[in-house]
């Protein structure tokens, strides 16, 4: 057993977190630390483990980016996975920001601006159909693609002025729209917590790419194919393939992880129908249920480990 004492940061046991446990116990002391439960005190429990690898769940960014922030600010324990790079992937906004260029157009509408919401995506130069999604989100969750002007106010609107009582004509009035996608649309709504809404230019795609880096190296990449909805999230039903990725995607791929510090991330970058790559989203603790077929991932993070403790 090598002298290194893991602590997994995550609040739940989700398959993957197991996984990584059992594999990263073969080598090291390794044990789960939950954000919420966790003391920040140096003399008690975490000062025993020098090595972090953050599973930090979206529903608890929080709780896990003030665990972690201390553990930098405080120690020199070392943080797979750093709260700057979860801050910035998390938020798909701030992904933006870093990966602008690489990135669909994108546009982020709040209580301050939905008012000018028409003027802005002219001015953007967006065309319909267009992407609405939340900020903070996941698992194609409140992802709806738009058709026009009419939709995207009601959804906007919806979403900005629905508690307001003087607005009740106007809830009757939205309720009766994409009767088909109340899931999403309610997902939408009831999230105030996601107080942010990105409207971003619509991509045709060809091919939807579930790209696995970790330190820097990709490790494995899949194509998700949608099956019955426009959307090619696995937990929607995508079916998947491995795919072999050109070398220019591979760079673009590799840039977006250095820009944004991530040491294991899932890159979802889509391809159209010319051959442009975007990226999309990058998912800091990626789950990795379906690639696993095609990559061990548990065992590729316990390599890195190896590696960076000089223990392989
Ligand atoms: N701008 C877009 N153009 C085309 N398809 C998109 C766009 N945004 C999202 N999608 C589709 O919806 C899926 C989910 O969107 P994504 O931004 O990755 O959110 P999530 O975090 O919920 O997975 C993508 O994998 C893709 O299939
Ligand atoms: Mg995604």
Redesign the pocket.
């Known amino acids: 057993m090598v002298n290194i004492r893991i602590g997994i940061l995550c609040c739940k046991k989700t398959p993957e977190n197991i996984l990584i446990h059992k594999y990263l116990t073969k080598k090291y002391n390794t044990y789960f630390l939950n954000p919420t439960e966790i003391e920040l005190d140096l003399n008690k429990n975490e000062s025993n483990i020098n090595l972090i690898l953050s599973r930090v769940e979206r529903d608890y960014l929080q709780c896990g980016l003030k665990v972690l922030r201390y553990i930098e600010d405080n120690t020199n324990v070392k943080i797979i996975n750093s709260s700057k790079s979860i801050e910035i992937c998390q938020n798909?906004y701030l992904t933006y920001k870093v990966l602008k260029e690489y990135m669909?157009t994108s546009l982020l509408v709040s209580k301050e601006n939905f008012q000018n919401i028409e003027y802005l995506i002219e001015e953007m130069d967006l065309k319909f159909p267009i992407?609405v999604?939340p900020v903070y989100?996941?698992?194609?969750?409140g992802?709806l693609k738009l058709d026009d002007m009419k939709d995207l106010k009601n959804i906007i609107l919806k979403k900005y002025i629905i508690n307001k009582k003087e607005n009740k004509d106007l809830k009757n009035k939205t309720n009766k729209i994409n009767k088909n996608d109340d899931k999403n649309n309610n997902y939408f709504i009831n999230n105030n917590y996601f107080n942010g809404t990105i409207i971003?230019?619509?991509?045709?795609?060809k091919h939807?790419l579930r790209v696995f880096v970790i330190n820097n190296k990709i490790v494995c990449v899949m194509e998700?194919i949608?099956r019955n909805d426009?959307?090619?999230?696995c937990s929607l039903g995508a079916e998947t393939k491995l795919f072999h990725l050109r070398e220019d995607i591979v760079d673009l791929v590799l840039k977006s992880i250095k820009k944004t510090n991530a040491d294991i991330a899932g890159v979802?970058v889509?391809i159209d129908k010319e051959n442009n790559p975007y990226i999309?989203?990058i998912?800091i603790t990626p789950q990795f249920r379906n690639i696993i077929k095609y990559s061990n991932i548990p065992l590729e993070i316990l390599k890195f480990i190896g590696n960076i403790s000089g223990n392989n």
Do not use: M, S
């Not at 426009?230 to 999230?233: D, G, P, S």
């Open positions: 798909k669909p992407v999604k989100g996941g698992y194609g969750n992802v971003q230019e619509y991509i045709p795609y939807d998700r949608p426009w959307r090619a999230n979802d889509l999309l989203e998912n």
